[in-house]
C-alpha cells in the first residue's frame, strides 16, 4: 500500500518530466536520425573550430569561476552569522539584474572608447585603444561574471560542513597553508566543487545572450550557431545536430569532471 502511495505521488512529477524534458528532446534528436547531419557536421572544420571554441570558453569559464569562487566563499562562510547573510544576498544581488542589461554595461567597460580603455590610456600604458569586445576573452569575462554567484552559493554550503578540527590539527602537525588547502579543505568540499562546476560548466555551455553581445559574429559558439541554422538558414534539421553535439558533449565532460571530483575526494565511502 505504501509503495502504490509513493507510485501515485510521484506519477504527476515523473508525467511533467516526460511531457516537457525528455518529449521535446526526443522531438529534437528524432530528426537527425539516419541522416548526414553528424558527418557533414564533424568534416567541417568551421563547425569543429566553433566546438573547440565553446569548450575552451566553457572550461576556462568554469577555472576562472572556482579559483575567484572558493577563497571568496571560505572567506564569507567563516563571518558572523549577520556578516554572511549580507555579504550571500550581495552576491546572489547580480542575478536579479537581466543578462542583457549586465552584457549592455559590459560592452560599455570593454569597448574601444569604454572605461578600461580609457584608464589604459591615461595611465600611458598603451597608445592605441586596446581590441577588447567582440573577443573570446570578453565572452570568458562576462561568462565569469554572469556564473560567479552560482558557484561561489555552490561552495558556501560545502564550506559550512568543513569539520575545522581537522584544518587545526593540521596546522598543529606543521601543514603549510597550501598543503592544507589542498590535502584537507578541498576533499572536504567536492560536493560543492562539483556542483558549482557542473552548474558554470553547463551554463558556459549553452549561454546566447553574452556569446552573442561580447562576442559578435566572429566568435560564434555552439548556441549561437544554432542560431544562426535555425533562424538565419532555415536549416533546421543541422540546428538539431548542432543541439545534439553540443548535449554529448555538455555531458561527457560532466562526466569527467565526476570523476576528476571522487579522485579529490579521499575520504571513505561510508565517511
Not at 100 to 115: A, E, Q, S
Not at 201 to 216: K, S, V
Not at 246 to 271: C, E, F, K, S, Y
Request: net charge positive; charged share 10%.
Amino acid at each position: 500500500m505504501k509503495n502504490r502511495s509513493a507510485f501515485l505521488l510521484l506519477l504527476p512529477g515523473v508525467l511533467a518530466i516526460c511531457l516537457f524534458l525528455f518529449f521535446p528532446l526526443l522531438q529534437t534528436i528524432w530528426p537527425t536520425l539516419g541522416g548526414s547531419g553528424y558527418s557533414h557536421f564533424l568534416h567541417s572544420g568551421y563547425n569543429r573550430n566553433v566546438l573547440g571554441r565553446t569548450l575552451l570558453i566553457a572550461v576556462i569559464t568554469t577555472a576562472l569561476a572556482l579559483g575567484l569562487g572558493l577563497p571568496l566563499a571560505l572567506w564569507i562562510a567563516r563571518q558572523k552569522a549577520s556578516v554572511k547573510s549580507l555579504l550571500s544576498v550581495v552576491i546572489l544581488f547580480p542575478i536579479l539584474t537581466n543578462a542583457v542589461v549586465r552584457n549592455f554595461t559590459w560592452i560599455i567597460i570593454l569597448g574601444k572608447d569604454g572605461v578600461l580603455n580609457k584608464v589604459l590610456l591615461g595611465l600611458h600604458l598603451t597608445q592605441h585603444p586596446v581590441t577588447l569586445l567582440y573577443t573570446n576573452a570578453a565572452i570568458v569575462i562576462g561568462s565569469v561574471y554572469l556564473f560567479l554567484p552560482i558557484m561561489v552559493t555552490s561552495l558556501i554550503g560545502s564550506v559550512d560542513e568543513l569539520n575545522i578540527e581537522v584544518e587545526e590539527a593540521a596546522a598543529v602537525l606543521g601543514a603549510k597553508p597550501w598543503t592544507t588547502l589542498t590535502k584537507v579543505i578541498i576533499p572536504q568540499l567536492t560536493t560543492g566543487i562539483l556542483t558549482g562546476s557542473i552548474l558554470v560548466f553547463a551554463g558556459a555551455m549553452t549561454a546566447y545572450t553574452t556569446p552573442q553581445l561580447l562576442g559578435g559574429n566572429r566568435h560564434l559558439v555552439m548556441s549561437t550557431l544554432i542560431y544562426q541554422q535555425a533562424m538565419t538558414l532555415g536549416d533546421w534539421n543541422q540546428a538539431s545536430v548542432v543541439a545534439v553535439v553540443l548535449i554529448i558533449m555538455t555531458v561527457i565532460v560532466m562526466g569527467l569532471m565526476r570523476l576528476v571530483t571522487r579522485w579529490l575526494d579521499r575520504r571513505p565511502a561510508n565517511a
